[in-house]
């Protein structure tokens, strides 16, 4: 039985916990703080939805969890803790076994991830050799297993080619087959369904919210699309420019968001209630990140501007654990 | 296709098809000789597209990625030639036109690509981006060149203040502003979009959709707005072209293919679009996949994927035929025998 969404919350722990997460990149042109101060909690088998636009800093608090920020980048400061072992603490090879353990990573290209002159069964039996002491035979036991769980027909023959003979739809098939291995706790996918068609996406999303639910492992999805995380998502966390401006729970964020940042994503997307007249959009355009404006960095795009913006917005925690980051909120004032 | 008088069509296609052939090569021919049976491969990327495209309106063309829409446009925009059919600007077949009259052709319809970054000359300033072909084509006199872009700049929503920078010192929405004035500077009256907000942002996405429709106005522009997403040729189409494997499944006016989608693709397509609803959605995956045009399905192309598929559809290929005032579907269920 699938727990309800209440359910699910109350027995299951904290899974992840990161507390004012910065990582900042030094460059020649000066500080890029591409993530600013993340607070993420995420419990046990939920499904989170980053959305941000690019240069939000959605995908480096991603990579941020799994260490693979590269020089000149740097986790800064903040505190980040997975089932109660702190990730910041962690060295080489306690990343390397973390990594594709319990936490796996599906990326938004997967000719990128997948290795061009290995064939799947190799990939997928070293995937798990990593990790855990099995044998070749057992691996591959268990490979085929994943793929018929993604959804892959004659999971025999697709074990033995290569990546360049299969599609994009099915690579990226792949690479969540080669995430789910070794059972994660949690999977983290950036814009995994970004380079797909309309058609695979569906598929994609389908199977991976079915095997979340089935399995327990909980889920981060990085995503320009509101649309897309609006139907998979528990809850919704939206970011702009390093920091998130928003959180809550789907419904929450879709039907009654609070800080117009969400509000304006919202009404700019396309759709058949906005044909045949102007969309709304948000004025200007995201704020570089080498010098962002004083206070709150939607300030200058947003028309619900108070002379309060001037000054850094403070974290608004509501009941029920929505947070917002507004000093005039929409639908009445700060609590 | 529905025959509609042919006053309004400005642009007007049939049975247009592009073959790519993959020679056998020198190694081919070799190996020939030894007796490797070595084949050229041709592959179908549009098999027969017919079309009308009425003065001031929006098509939409959709479809999955190798389905054929890009190369249409392409063959449209004169960048590719076609293997077969004919294409005819203001009731003039393309083989019949005049000196002028392909001229205005060549200059009336133009292409804005997909990826900002990759369709601007990175070492042309703005000015001589934008200007350039006006120039060339004695639109404007070199002398008033600078105005003429500066205007144009002001129009799509930049800066004229920014003529002498360099493509590298704007941002992909920004970008994409300049493709839209390089395209508006010889006048045309046709501009075929090729996923042209696809890369773009949801907000910047937004702005550049104003533009088209603000400009479509002020210039009085017909729009082919290719895209694989639905979101966005729903809300800017005013009629629809479905493609599936190099061929029109079903072609429709927007509110009819939204409402009461004929085509099965279409219905199973349309399921798939994701919707800001925040509600637990259940999704009813399409089957399988986009076969390869190398080796496409006997009869309906699409019979494969198909809930619906019958006998009839596995060995005969479904012709265009109308199923309703000015709609067209390739279904056999739409005609029983």
């Known amino acids: ?335 | 296709m529905t025959t509609q008088p042919n006053a309004e069509a400005i642009l007007e296609f049939q049975g247009l098809t592009k073959t790519f052939v993959t020679p056998i090569g020198v190694i081919g021919h070799v190996a020939n000789l030894f007796g490797a049976r070595v084949k050229k491969t041709e592959i179908k990327a549009v098999a027969g597209v017919d079309l009308q495209v009425r003065r001031g309106e929006v098509v939409g063309i959709v479809g999955e990625s190798g389905c054929g829409k890009s190369t249409v446009a392409r063959m449209l925009a004169g960048i590719s030639s076609l293997s077969a059919g004919e294409i005819s600007y203001q009731g003039v077949r393309l083989p019949d036109m005049t000196r002028e009259q392909r001229r205005a052709f060549d200059l009336g319809v133009q292409m804005i690509f997909q990826d900002p970054f990759a369709s601007l000359n990175p070492r042309m300033r703005v000015v001589d981006i934008i200007g350039e072909p006006a120039v060339v084509h004695g639109i404007v006199k070199s002398s008033e060149k600078r105005d003429y872009v500066i205007e144009l700049m002001e129009k799509v929503g930049l800066s004229g203040a920014y003529a002498d920078r360099y493509p590298h010192q704007f941002s992909g929405g920004q970008r994409q502003r300049i493709g839209i004035a390089r395209a508006l500077a010889v006048k045309p009256s046709i501009l075929i979009c090729d996923e042209a907000v696809a890369a773009l942002d949801v907000s910047i996405q937004a702005q550049v959709l104003n533009l088209f429709m603000d400009l479509r106005e002020e210039f009085d522009l017909t729009y082919l707005f290719i895209s694989h997403n639905l979101g966005v040729v729903e809300h800017i189409s005013d009629r629809v072209v479905i493609m599936y494997l190099g061929k029109a499944v079903e072609v429709a006016s927007t509110e009819d293919l939204f409402d009461n989608p004929n085509h099965p693709y279409t219905r199973l397509l349309l399921d798939q679009l994701p919707l800001l609803e925040a509600r637990e959605r259940d999704y009813q995956p399409i089957i399988g996949e986009l076969p390869s045009p190398l080796d496409p399905p006997p009869g309906c192309p699409f019979h494969p994927r198909c809930p619906h598929v019958m006998d009839r559809c596995r060995s005969e290929m479904p012709q265009l035929l109308p199923v309703g005032p000015d709609r067209v579907s390739a279904c056999h269920l739409n005609a029983p025998v």
């Open chain 1, 1 to 335: 039985m699938i727990p309800t969404d209440n359910a699910r919350a109350q027995d299951a722990g904290s899974l992840l916990s990161i507390k004012g997460l910065k990582t900042y990149f030094a460059t020649r042109a000066g500080v890029v703080k591409a993530v600013d101060g993340v607070d993420i909690e995420l419990a046990k088998g939920e499904i989170l939805g980053l959305v941000g636009e690019s240069g939000s800093g959605k995908s480096i608090t991603g990579f941020s969890i799994l260490g693979l920020i590269d020089p000149p980048g740097r986790i800064v400061s903040g505190s980040m803790s997975y089932n109660g072992k702190d990730l910041t603490a962690l060295d080489e090879e306690g990343w390397r076994q973390l990594r594709g353990g319990d936490i796996a990573m599906i990326f938004q290209d997967p000719s990128m991830t997948l290795n061009p002159v290995l064939r799947i069964d190799a990939q997928m039996i070293e995937a798990m050799q990593a990790h855990a002491n099995v044998g070749p035979a057992q691996a591959y036991a268990r490979a085929r297993e994943v793929l018929v769980m993604v959804g892959i027909p004659s999971p025999d023959e697709r074990l033995r080619s290569y990546p360049h003979e299969l599609s994009g739809g099915m690579r990226q098939r792949i690479a969540i087959a080669i995430a789910l291995m070794n059972k994660p706790g949690l999977i983290i996918a950036d814009e995994p369904t970004t380079a797909l068609d309309v058609s695979i996406q569906g598929q994609i999303i389908h199977e991976i919210k079915k095997l979340c639910r089935q399995v327990g492992t909980a889920l981060i999805w990085v995503t320009h699309d509101l649309a897309v995380v609006a139907g998979l998502a528990d809850r919704i966390a939206v970011m702009y420019a390093g920091r998130i401006v928003e959180l809550g729970t789907a419904e929450e964020i879709i039907e009654n968001p609070r800080h117009p940042y969400t509000k304006g994503l919202i009404e700019s997307v396309p759709s058949r209630s906005t044909r045949g007249s102007r969309l709304h959009q948000i004025p200007g355009m995201t704020p570089s990140l080498l010098n962002l404006p004083q206070g709150c960095a939607f300030r200058e795009r947003c028309a619900y501007a108070v002379s309060a913006c001037g000054d850094e917005p403070l974290n608004t925690v509501e009941a029920g654990g929505r947070t917002y980051r507004c000093w005039n909120p929409l639908g009445g004032p700060r609590p």
